[in-house]
Nanobody, 126 residues
Framework: QVQVVESGGGLVQAGGSLRVSCAVS????????MAWFRQVPEKEREFVAS???????YYEASVKGRFTISRDNAKDTVYLQMNSLKPDDTAVYYC????????????????????WGQGTQVTVSS
């Protein structure tokens, strides 16, 4: 059984940095992609960034240049380093694991991801 567990959220001032982590266990499929989404109340879940099995990375326009997604294959862990944080970045951040469709242009769609974590709150104060 695949388990996805996020950690590292918290409260930070605007302009600060934070790193969230996502550990995956029990994965048996490939090729695959791992991604971060975020969601605020009453809004749809929004794609933030993803990384494919071949280390190609993709970012939502508003975070490009500020956020960096990376992974440690040995630990089956993906990280999201968030710099120059803004109050608009406040959200619950979710980690997702996908199969083939998540490595394609459909990567921004939550529905193509198979496994999800429980989410971690990131709050950026002004």
């Amino acid at each position: 059984q695949v388990q996805v567990v996020e950690s590292g959220g918290g409260l930070v001032q605007a302009g600060g940095s934070l790193r969230v982590s996502c550990a995956v266990s029990g994965r048996t499929f490939s090729p695959y992609a791992m991604a971060w989404f975020r969601q605020v109340p009453e809004k749809e879940r929004e794609f933030v960034a993803s990384i494919n099995w071949n280390d190609n990375t993709y970012y939502e326009a508003s975070v490009k240049g500020r956020f960096t997604i990376s992974r440690d294959n040995a630990k089956d862990t993906v990280y999201l380093q968030m710099n120059s944080l803004k109050p608009d970045d406040t959200a619950v951040y979710y980690c997702a694991v996908g199969e083939y469709l998540a490595t394609t242009s459909k990567r921004t769609l939550p529905g193509v991801y198979v496994y999800w974590g429980q989410g971690t709150q990131v709050t950026v104060s002004s």
